[in-house]
């Protein structure tokens, strides 16, 4: 497989360079990353199980759709190639914020990312691609946030922080 890049990004999300992704997790750079939460219109969040042979967080429950931008990318470019890869359809998507965080993760990574999140509708079921994605599911907010105060483990950290950022943001 090729290397792949992340944009290595300062706290105003100002491009600084770019960094072998691998290395990057494992060092700690802040890099670009983006969060994609698609609702039906029941209100349900889709949740994708991610595959177990991904590079960290591997069987874990997440967001619809979470990457990176590749160099040269921008996010809206970015988000809908994700959103085809991962999950198999496509939607409009709208930009609700940005944050930084950073978690350590499985094998001995850091997740230091500017992370935006963006947020669609979408009433079809995914395509979900075996490669990235073991499981999904729709599921109503209210059981998300009781299930994640039960058993935060079955969950990749990132989801839960964009997750509670997105609740206080809409006053849920």
């Not at 100002?14 to 670009?32: D, M, S, W, Y």
């Not at 994700?82 to 198999?88: A, D, F, T, V």
């Not at 209210?142 to 609740?167: C, M, N, S, V």
């Amino acid at each position: 497989m090729p290397k792949q890049y992340v944009i290595l990004v300062d706290k105003n999300n100002k491009k600084i360079g770019i960094e072998e992704k691998i290395k990057a997790h494992k060092e700690g750079k802040l890099h670009r990353a983006f969060s994609i939460f698609v609702f039906n219109s029941k209100g349900e969040l889709l949740l994708q199980q991610r595959a177990k042979t991904k590079y960290h967080s591997g069987g874990l429950w997440s967001n619809t759709v979470c990457s990176h931008p590749k160099p040269n990318e921008t996010y809206k470019q970015a988000i809908h190639r994700r959103l085809k890869e991962e999950m198999g359809f496509d939607c409009e998507l709208k930009k609700e914020f940005c944050f930084i965080y950073k978690a350590k993760l499985d094998n001995d990574l850091i997740e230091y990312e500017y992370d935006c999140v963006f947020v669609g509708i979408f009433d079809k079921d995914p395509i979900p691609n075996p490669e990235e994605v073991m499981d999904y599911k729709w599921v109503s907010l209210i059981d998300l946030y009781k299930d994640i105060e039960k058993h935060p483990e079955k969950y990749t950290e990132w989801f839960k922080i964009a997750l509670k950022k997105l609740k206080q943001k809409r006053g849920d």
